[in-house]
């Protein structure tokens, strides 16, 4: 198993930007496609963002595109998410997760293994 620690969220005003880290315990970070996803109150959980195992391809939510950014550095055993020109829809609480089951980059929950204890993102309009 991995453990999964996010870090960065906080209150940011609409247009600002914010990056998210997420630090992974053990030592087969490299093995894991990673991924972001959020929840917002009242919604159902969404995918945001995902990364190869080497970095090298990432994969985006179209409400995303453009404006957010993963990225990893395995040295470090850390996976980010560059958040800019934010808006008050992006309000959630983001997940950091990882694959071990699969290498192909996921939009689904489901395909997910281990998970964060999440971090709040607060956009103010």
């Known amino acids: 198993q991995v453990q999964l620690v996010e870090s960065g969220g906080g209150l940011v005003q609409a247009g600002g930007s914010l990056r998210l880290s997420c630090a992974a315990s053990?030592?087969?970070?490299?093995?894991?496609?990673m991924g972001w996803f959020r929840q917002a109150p009242g919604k159902e959980r969404e995918f945001v963002a995902a990364?190869?195992?080497?970095?090298?391809?990432?994969y985006y939510a179209d409400s995303v595109k453009g404006r957010f950014t993963i990225s990893r550095d395995n040295a470090k055993n850390t996976v980010f998410l560059q958040m800019n020109s934010l808006k008050p829809e992006d309000t959630a609480v983001y997940y950091c997760?990882?694959?071990?089951?699969?290498?192909?980059?996921?939009?689904?929950?489901?395909?997910?293994?281990?998970w964060g204890q999440g971090t709040q993102v607060t956009v103010s309009s």
């Open positions: 053990g030592r087969t970070f490299s093995s894991y496609v």
């Open positions: 997760a990882a694959r071990g089951g699969g290498i192909t980059l996921s939009s689904s929950s489901s395909a997910y293994d281990y």
């Open positions: 990364i190869s195992r080497s970095g090298v391809t990432t």
